[in-house]
């Protein structure tokens, strides 16, 4: 099988910043712990990164979430640094992305670029927002890859809600573990 790992907006904003969460902040020795089992077997690994622009108050989003997060260049947009840090020496793909799901991901998955992977695992954040929307992507394009969701290395804008996502990537036969 050829392994993909997917680690999703494991970004300072969104960890300890302007959306952190106390279980954003637990999940990071996992995520460690995850690209670190991947990368021993010498697995690929693709991060996406959620970024926005300083109009970000007058975009749809902005004007739904009114938190100013993730604005390109400023030490919130960063990967958190323990994320950073493994990854800097390690072949990897960033995708940087405006909305929820990556446009740029989902083109590179209608072209091809990701149908020899059939072991496929999503982690990082959030789990009922953007894990869902890219989980979701990877199986329309997917369909038939094994497609993973690891609950642990995940976490939601709330508890409640993490475990609803969870719920409905299941029923997408999404398996969660």
């Known amino acids: 099988m050829n392994k993909l790992l997917i680690v999703v907006d494991m970004q300072n904003d969104f960890i300890t910043g302007s959306l952190g969460t ?5 999940i990071v020795p996992g995520v460690q712990e995850k690209i670190r089992q991947y990368q021993a077997e010498d697995a690929a690994v693709i991060l996406t990164m959620d970024t926005h622009a300083e109009n970000y108050a007058d975009t749809q989003e902005g004007r739904n979430l009114p938190v100013k997060h993730c604005i390109k260049g400023t030490p919130g947009w960063e990967l958190h640094s323990s994320i950073a840090g493994l990854i800097s020496d390690y072949p990897h793909t960033v995708y940087e992305k405006v909305t929820f799901g990556s446009s740029s991901f989902a ?9 020899a992977y ?6 990082g954040l959030c789990t009922d927002i953007c894990v869902i929307s890219n989980a979701l992507l990877v199986k329309t394009f997917l369909p038939e890859a094994h497609i993973r969701v690891d609950s642990s290395c995940c976490a939601g ?13 299941k029923m997408c036969q999404i398996e969660i573990v």
């Open 22 to 26: 106390p279980e954003a902040v637990a």
């Open 107 to 115: 083109t590179d998955l209608s072209c091809g670029k990701y149908q």
């Open 118 to 123: 059939t072991d496929i695992e999503l982690i």
């Open 157 to 169: 804008v709330t508890p409640e809600s993490h475990e609803n996502a969870l719920r409905a990537m």
